[in-house]
């Protein structure tokens, strides 16, 4: 089992920027692939950024590509989504997910609570 931890949601204005952390534990050796994806309120869960453990090769969604960089710590057992030039589109529930094979949601094995990163006009 692996568990995720997620920290740094809040409340910032359009522009701002936010990093968001996401803290794993347990059996991490298994994971290969860290993401993060967003529910934006009253649409489905999307995908935003994901990272290879081992490689660092990093994959981004086009709607954040250029504002939204991913990185991570192996040695703490960290991935980062650092946010910036932010918009009110980018308000939603932001979950980190672990998984080995993909970074398709269904691929996923392991997912955090969520944390709330809401932006003001």
């Known amino acids: 089992q692996v568990q995720l931890v997620e920290s740094g949601g809040g409340l910032v204005q359009a522009g701002g920027s936010l990093r968001l952390s996401c803290a794993a534990s347990?059996?991490?050796?298994?994971?290969?692939?860290m993401t993060w994806f967003r529910q934006a309120p009253g649409k489905e869960r999307e995908f935003a950024a994901g990272?290879?453990?081992?490689?660092?090769?990093?994959y981004y969604a086009d709607s954040v590509k250029g504002r939204f960089t991913i990185t991570r710590d192996n040695a703490k057992n960290m991935v980062f989504l650092q946010m910036n030039s932010l918009k009110p589109e980018d308000t939603a529930v932001y979950y980190c997910?672990?998984?080995?094979?993909?970074?398709?949601?269904?691929?996923?094995?392991?997912w955090g609570i969520g944390t709330l990163v809401t932006v003001s006009s």
């Open positions: 997910a672990a998984g080995s094979v993909t970074y398709a949601e269904y691929d996923m094995d392991y």
């Open positions: 347990g059996r991490t050796s298994s994971i290969t692939r």
């Open positions: 990272i290879r453990w081992r490689s660092g090769i990093t």
